[in-house]
């Protein structure tokens, strides 16, 4: 059997293949069968997908989703970057602030939102292709709580009757949780209704500690109020 091929540069007669770098390549062998003078043929079409054309289909395949849970314009936690691709394909990545996100992907938060770019660069027998993608790097957790905390108001000291108290933050939506240590005021987290019920007129005023709990990730701080609640009042009063 011998071998002819319409263009060797790209596979040759012993099958040996070279990819082309920008453009595929169609190729067709043909095997000569030669049996005590009989001859036979038959032929063998190819397409050789050139290097640029590699790179391009495994850059398109990695997207964000393949590299945060979380959406890229509100980041909190560390990438999974690929170093490989299909094909031998290797991934560098290049960022535009290490000390936000470094290269293999560890994010650290700071004192204020940044845009992040990182930089992807995909590399084939000496070819390159690069690919940029975007993220926000959210506010550190702590930061977010000591803003929601500082936006917090309560100036409420006396309640005779039933009322309302927030349960998120007005800036970063930090959860905030509610407890009375005293039954004259029943805080639900639920509703964010407080109920008030006052002491009879018999009954001394009720004193009691509100205990506000900040939630935001792991980040916890804790704040309490002093609130009164007037016994009734006897009908003399």
């Not at 560890?106 to 992040?116: K, L």
């Not at 292709?129 to 500082?150: G, R």
């Not at 917090?152 to 509610?178: K, Q, Y």
Request: one cysteine or more.
């Amino acid at each position: 059997i011998t071998w002819t091929s319409t263009n060797a540069d790209v596979i040759t007669t012993s099958g040996v293949v070279t990819r082309p770098e920008t453009d595929n390549e169609a190729v067709t062998l043909k095997a000569i069968v030669d049996c005590n003078g009989e001859i036979a043929e038959r032929t063998f079409n190819f397409t050789v997908i050139s290097t640029d054309n590699l790179l391009s289909e495994v850059m398109t395949a990695v997207d964000y989703d393949d590299l945060t849970s979380e959406e890229n314009t509100k980041l909190k936690s560390d990438l999974v970057l690929p170093k490989t691709g299909a094909y031998g394909i290797t991934i560098r990545w290049e960022t535009s602030n290490e000390e936000l996100i470094t290269a293999d992907g560890y994010v650290t938060r700071g004192d204020s939102n940044e845009t992040i770019t990182l930089t992807a660069t995909y590399e084939l027998d000496g070819r390159t292709a690069t690919e940029e993608f975007y993220f926000n790097v959210l506010l550190a957790a702590s930061v977010m709580l000591e803003q929601d905390i500082n936006a917090f108001s309560f100036t409420r000291t006396e309640a005779t009757e039933d009322f309302m108290v927030p349960l998120m933050g007005s800036i970063h939506n930090s959860i905030i949780n509610w407890a009375s240590d005293n039954g004259a005021i029943s805080i639900s987290n639920a509703t964010g209704e407080a109920t008030v019920t006052r002491p009879r007129s018999d009954e001394p005023d009720a004193e009691c500690t509100l205990t506000v709990k900040f939630i935001q990730g792991e980040e916890i701080e804790t704040r309490t109020f002093n609130v009164t609640v007037p016994r009734l009042k006897t009908d003399a009063e």
